[in-house]
């Protein structure tokens, strides 16, 4: 099994910056991507920016240019670094991390408590 958890969110003015981090542990040898997810009320949960195992990284439209996804092998953790927040941007967090589901085309996800963003208008 995975663990993911999850820290760095808060309460933030807009224009305000916050970093997220998700750290990773257990057998964590067959995950080839994390990614951070969130989910505003009322709201469906969507991606928000992901990272794979071959370091190429992906962005939601909503936050290309303001978010940046990174990651630091040596400590299992992935971090999200979120700039020039908006109100809209006011969800909570989820990491996820993917791994190969055999004999099925969806792979097979973990995902962390979450963590709340909030930002002010």
């Known amino acids: 099994q995975v663990r993911l958890v999850e820290s760095g969110g808060g309460l933030v003015q807009a224009g305000g910056s916050l970093r997220l981090s998700c750290t990773a542990s257990g057998s964590t040898e067959n995950i080839n991507a994390i990614g951070w997810y969130r989910q505003g009320s009322g709201k469906q949960r969507d991606v928000v920016a992901a990272?794979?195992?071959?370091?190429?990284?992906y962005y939601a439209d909503a936050v290309k240019g303001r978010f940046t996804i990174s990651r630091d092998n040596a400590k299992n953790t992935v971090y999200l670094q979120m700039n020039s927040l908006k109100p809209e941007d006011t969800a909570v967090y989820y990491c996820?991390?993917?791994?190969?589901?055999?004999?099925?085309?969806?792979?097979?996800?973990?995902w962390g408590q979450g963590t709340q963003v909030t930002v002010s208008s």
């Open positions: 996820n991390a993917k791994e190969p589901n055999p004999g099925w085309s969806v792979p097979y996800n973990y």
């Open positions: 990272i794979s195992t071959g370091g190429s990284t």
